[in-house]
């Protein structure tokens, strides 16, 4: 039974065929794949657009979902092997996991990290958790990665500029008055380098390295696909010959919970963000961000409103990966 | 495309078709309106009612609702255009419109105003720039007016009383713990002024007239329909010979967001409970009021609890009314 | 019309026939009993078992449910004939039971006492104003009784061990950082009782008896069938010869609300965690628990993690007997 937790453990080929998939459901293709099957939808953290296309989406399949939300702002539920339960957390993902898989036949699940401790969070331990004590698939709706919005993003480029191979993919951290996760981050630079484009990260200082995990998967995958990985602090080096620009708040994991020694670094980045006069130098590129976004802080007003914004059309394509993916995994073992 | 943002964008012989397909659902109608479609209804206020009669209202029509709940009092939305979102504010209405626009067929809101600037909120700032930038049919669920509510009404009156014409109708100010929003008072005299009745309101003191807007519309629509329409502070006169009476209680505009000042205005209407005493005044008259209700505050229980009050039926024609506007707005354009 | 509120109102062959018909609906018996009708439910309190095996059951009947969720500890609505509601409730249970009866074929309800009053709360007020004033079936999600986990208990038993009848069932007092409420205590001895098992209770000390209402009826359906009831403080007697043993950790009812004088009390029970060694004087006894479930506080890994471990299954039959009620309910009275 496999699960949906990473696109790291999808080969390039099984995402085009989900990619392939969903641009059928986008164009009309009808499917019952979950007819008299359900899915939760387990949020930590709050969410509309996702939680939005999921049950969209699953109602669609001829499926229903169901919305489990966290009141505050992490639901405290343990995770971890012999724990003595004499704190805050009432239940332990071993019981959640079973009990939800007798209910249910998909499980989703959003869980950031909680910005403490990241030797420990950059394990995924609450959904790897899941994972392991479910009986039914489980779809990762974003934790220290968000797979589901980078194949909305792949769909989104592949619409727009067919096999993106060999293309200049450049990810640019932009301003943000606060620290954010690094999972959308993560997740372009995976999904670039999987796909063979040339992956250029634009950051303001090196303390905004993203891990090494996701640094080396993405030099890997550029490795196998003969395309480059780059990392740069210049803004011209960075934007000129782009074909895709894609934007992305993060905070420095050198700081990670501790944020205040960042601010001279964040400092560095205060003209970063994405202006008609950056895209000018791009290759007549497009530019994406997964919603939501501070407009003439992030990205100017007149880029995104240009016609070179795909940040709408990626926002759609959730709906069409996301019933792709619930058909495969729903489908698999011949059901 | 039409949206449903306040009464006063439809006419009278549409409303009534609304009402007169309402009343055919009541009595057992089905529609398959909503086959494949779906409905968001998005909260930035709280609601039980409303959001159980649309999720119901659109299952019943063959449809799918999702309800996209702001946590907070306020859910932080800009709507400005040009704004550079460097304040709380995550998102702008121009990509949620068009997003939400993606994944559903209507979009439904509840935007109650913040009681800071008058002048700014009665132009309807949210649902205004949801209308504009959404590309399916908005609908109003309670804004600074409540149109889905007037319906309610309207259908509940015409079931009692057949063609409401010339009938006298007064909006009774009714004491309450708390200043309230106007919406209901205004929507009241809109849809009561606008089916061609006598129109009466009675109030504490002059502070308690409604916005120059609503109390235009009413008279402009009385004219058109050869009826009155009349503001007093004096409760016989008010009461005597009324057909219908409605309740509701409002903050004084005047005191808007400073409502320290308003207490001895206030203090004038802690009479103003709706008693068996006052409505032996009227022409046998019914009472209604939108749910919930404080009883012995508002109304006294022996009218609740009689066969003059109409609050459970209005209640109930919200399901109604409500299914036949979203089938209409589904099926406008030949879809 | 019946509600289903307590299964104190319902006999033992009426329950053996909702847990026949649980048994057939687990086994994969359809059924389109819900089919153009919906169920609102009601929380007063947070849930997340309850409204998923609610939800998903509604909709395995061809139904609908909408879920209605208070947003603080507890929902302002007025119950009490009379009250002049000037304080903090809007509502009345008069009207919101009189509206979702228009909207709804089936009202579930979760409301907790508030641990202020016991006297007041142990006449479970708010779902007797509910059962009182709606015009369709009411059902009982977690009061001061849970009679949904009752079914889903016994349900559990009967599958493991057939007859439950002359069996001996110890529910044990267990450890906890906090006074809960007895709910579930009390419906563990109630379920037990009127199945005819020999029912032992261990608590730390006198105090920790259960209302006078459940202690009674337990020693009534005992004294009915034949079977023992008695309440120990002596761990040995109660687990010896234990055919099944069921954990639950509640709040003393002298201190009700005044907690601080429990302490020493709750004291004496600090050994009471169900281990191997204490499973080891048992009939080969089988052993549960509702969850959530705090590991290594109330029950030892090594407990939970063995074959004996019921509360999976327990779990996964609150769909199963939930949906034979909803049928039952659904269908009285020839619809």
């Not at 499980?107 to 995924?124: G, L, S, V």
């Not at 200049?168 to 670039?192: C, D, G, K, M, Y």
Request: contains cysteine; charged residues 25%.
């Amino acid at each position: 039974m496999r699960h949906f937790l990473t696109t790291e453990d999808w080969s390039r080929g099984e995402l085009q065929a989900l990619l392939d998939r969903a641009r059928a459901l986008k164009a009309g293709a009808s499917s019952n794949a979950l007819a008299g099957k359900s899915i939760a939808l387990v949020f930590f953290n709050p969410s509309l657009r996702t939680r939005s296309s999921f049950d969209i989406g699953a109602t669609q399949l001829g499926g229903h979902a169901i919305v489990l939300d966290a009141k505050g702002a992490t639901w405290p539920m343990e995770f971890a092997d012999g724990a003595v339960m004499d704190g805050d957390e009432e239940e332990h993902v071993r019981e959640a996991a079973r009990v939800l898989s007798r209910y249910v036949d998909l499980i989703a699940i959003r869980c950031f990290p909680k910005f403490q401790n990241w030797t420990e969070e950059k394990k995924d331990p609450l959904i790897s958790a899941f994972a392991a004590h479910a009986t039914v698939p489980v779809i990762n709706m974003e934790t220290i990665v968000h797979p589901c919005q980078e194949l909305a993003l792949m769909l989104a480029l592949q619409e727009k500029m067919g096999n993106v191979r060999g293309k200049e993919f450049l990810l640019t951290w932009v301003p943000h008055p606060r620290p954010l996760n690094t999972a959308v981050a993560n997740s372009a630079i995976l999904i670039a380098s999987k796909f063979g484009m040339n992956v250029r990260m634009l950051i303001p200082d090196e303390v905004y390295r993203l891990d090494d995990r996701y640094m080396g998967a993405a030099e890997r995958y550029c490795a196998e696909a003969g395309s480059r990985f780059t990392v740069t602090t210049d803004v011209e080096a960075a934007y000129s010959g782009a074909d895709a620009v894609y934007a992305k708040s993060w905070g420095a994991l050198p700081f990670y919970g501790k944020w205040e020694g960042e601010a001279p670094y964040r400092a560095k980045g205060r003209d970063f963000m994405i202006t008609p006069d950056k895209m000018a130098m791009t290759n007549n590129g497009v530019v994406s961000h997964c919603l939501p976004m501070r407009r003439n802080v992030k990205i100017a007003d007149a880029v995104v409103d240009s016609p070179a914004f795909l940040g709408i059309e990626e926002a759609e394509n959730r709906l069409h990966v996301q019933k792709a993916m619930m058909e495969a995994l729903a489908l698999q073992g011949g059901h």
